[in-house]
């Protein structure tokens, strides 16, 4: 367990107990209040995560933990970012359009402070946030609110915020256990999947890589999550000079990049050189270590939804032909933080 989480799940408890204690302060002041006929309500607030990562930071769950809550009326909800993989907290608008991932905060549009009230009447917007920061939202009437990540898509959620006169289903210890719960289920996955990611590479010839694999998964009935691995799977390969080496990406919902050289500031788009071979892969031939080669955005930017044009089908394969030997570092753009990078050693 990270200490990042450990430290995570004594905030809650503190909270818990803080709660605990709100609710002693509560049912005082009801007994005051019932002589005095004035009984204000305390309004709780409740602790979740946002994402959880493996020590290392190659496995990444992409999850509200948990993803459903029940609440009153009032109460607010501290989200905990717990992750270098960035995360946002957003409630669109029904029907709004989602904004496009780059630039995230193009969000609301914008960002909304800390405590800022969800009613649907208007979007709120955390921004970009990664680990150790902490958004809040208040509920102030009864609703049902669907959670989102900008970021990532299939990251949702589900807040359903109750009137007072009615009973809520949970307490927070029991949010907790579920959030651990979610944690060691979308991690302990990873090896799995690390190993799928290497076998498919390894399946026809040396010379293929796996460009992360991922899984959407479900924890609760509010909402889906993904559970990724952001690695590349036989990230080091060693070929001859001649010899092209391909990237699958064999993530749903994750974007990856492979990328020589120079960092481009926009990921999305494939370098200038890089063209398409006839089965829609795309391909580069590289002759020099410090060539600048960019593959674009390899997986998924987009869901099909009824009553819409379906979209494009989604670019998974980067190809690079090596015309000179040598050592050749590469980086996934997006997660290269995490330690997504490779090398391919081309010898003569
Ligand atoms: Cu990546």
Same mark, same amino acid.
């Given at each position: 367990?990270?200490?990042?989480?450990?430290?995570?799940?004594?905030?809650?408890?503190?909270?818990?107990?803080?709660?605990?204690?709100?609710?002693?302060?509560?049912?005082?002041?009801?007994?005051?209040?019932?002589?005095?006929?004035? &009984?204000?309500?305390?309004? &709780?607030?409740?602790? /979740?995560?946002?994402?959880?990562?493996?020590?290392?930071?190659?496995?990444?769950?992409?999850?509200?933990?948990?993803?459903?809550?029940?609440?009153?009326?009032?109460?607010?909800?501290?989200?905990?970012?717990?992750?270098?993989?960035?995360?946002?907290?957003?409630?669109?608008?029904?029907?709004?359009?989602?904004?496009?991932?780059?630039?995230?905060?193009?969000?609301?549009?914008?960002?909304?402070?800390?405590?800022?009230?969800?009613?649907?009447?208007?979007?709120?917007?955390?921004?970009?946030?990664?680990?150790?920061?902490?958004?809040?939202?208040?509920? *102030?009437?009864?609703?049902?609110?669907?959670?989102?990540?900008?970021?990532?898509?299939?990251?949702?959620?589900?807040?359903?915020?109750?009137?007072?006169?009615?009973?809520?289903?949970?307490?927070?210890?029991?949010?907790?256990?579920?959030?651990?719960?979610?944690?060691?289920?979308?991690?302990?996955? /990873?090896?799995?999947?690390?190993?799928?990611?290497?076998?498919?590479?390894?399946?026809?010839?040396?010379?293929?890589?796996?460009?992360?694999?991922?899984?959407?998964?479900?924890?609760?009935?509010?909402?889906?999550?993904? &559970?990724?691995?952001?690695?590349?799977?036989?990230?080091?390969?060693?070929?001859?000079?001649?010899?092209?080496?391909?990237?699958?990406?064999?993530? *749903?919902?994750?974007?990856?990049?492979?990328?020589?050289?120079?960092?481009?500031?926009?990921?999305?788009?494939?370098? &200038?050189?890089?063209?398409?071979?006839?089965?829609?892969?795309?391909?580069?031939?590289?002759?020099?270590?410090?060539?600048?080669?960019?593959?674009?955005?390899?997986?998924?930017?987009?869901?099909?939804?009824?009553?819409?044009?379906?979209?494009?089908?989604?670019?998974?394969?980067?190809?690079?032909?090596?015309?000179?030997?040598?050592?050749?570092?590469?980086?996934?753009?997006?997660?290269?933080?995490?330690?997504?990078?490779?090398?391919?050693?081309?010898?003569?």
């Amino acid at each position: 367990m990270s200490r990042i989480c450990d430290r995570k799940v004594k905030n809650m408890r503190k909270t818990w107990f803080h709660k605990g204690q709100l609710a002693v302060t509560a049912l005082s002041v009801h007994v005051i209040g019932f002589v005095m006929s004035a &009984a204000p309500v305390q309004a &709780a607030v409740w602790n /979740a995560l946002v994402g959880v990562q493996s020590t290392d930071l190659g496995n990444q769950a992409l999850a509200f933990l948990p993803s459903e809550l029940w609440i009153h009326a009032g109460d607010s909800i501290a989200w905990n970012f717990a992750t270098a993989e960035p995360h946002t907290v957003s409630f669109l608008t029904a029907g709004q359009i989602r904004p496009p991932f780059f630039p995230v905060d193009v969000g609301c549009p914008g960002t909304t402070p800390d405590g800022s009230p969800v009613t649907g009447a208007s979007c709120v917007n955390s921004g970009v946030l990664v680990s150790g920061q902490i958004y809040t939202v208040t509920f *102030p009437t009864p609703g049902n609110f669907k959670l989102v990540c900008l970021v990532h898509i299939r990251m949702t959620g589900a807040v359903h915020v109750l009137s007072l006169s009615e009973t809520l289903p949970h307490d927070q210890d029991f949010y907790d256990h579920e959030a651990q719960n979610g944690r060691a289920e979308m991690l302990s996955g /990873a090896s799995g999947r690390s190993g799928r990611g290497k076998s498919t590479a390894q399946r026809d010839s040396g010379n293929e890589v796996t460009a992360g694999i991922a899984e959407v998964v479900a924890t609760t009935g509010g909402g889906s999550s993904t &559970a990724a691995v952001m690695r590349f799977l036989r990230g080091k390969t060693t070929v001859h000079v001649g010899d092209t080496v391909e990237w699958t990406n064999l993530g *749903p919902t994750v974007n990856h990049t492979v990328t020589f050289g120079m960092e481009p500031g926009n990921l999305i788009p494939p370098s &200038a050189g890089v063209t398409v071979d006839s089965d829609g892969a795309r391909h580069a031939v590289i002759g020099s270590p410090t060539d600048n080669v960019n593959s674009g955005f390899l997986g998924v930017a987009t869901q099909d939804r009824v009553g819409l044009a379906q979209s494009p089908l989604d670019v998974t394969r980067f190809r690079v032909t090596f015309t000179a030997p040598g050592t050749f570092n590469y980086i996934c753009g997006l997660h290269d933080n995490l330690g997504m990078v490779g090398t391919v050693v081309v010898l003569p």
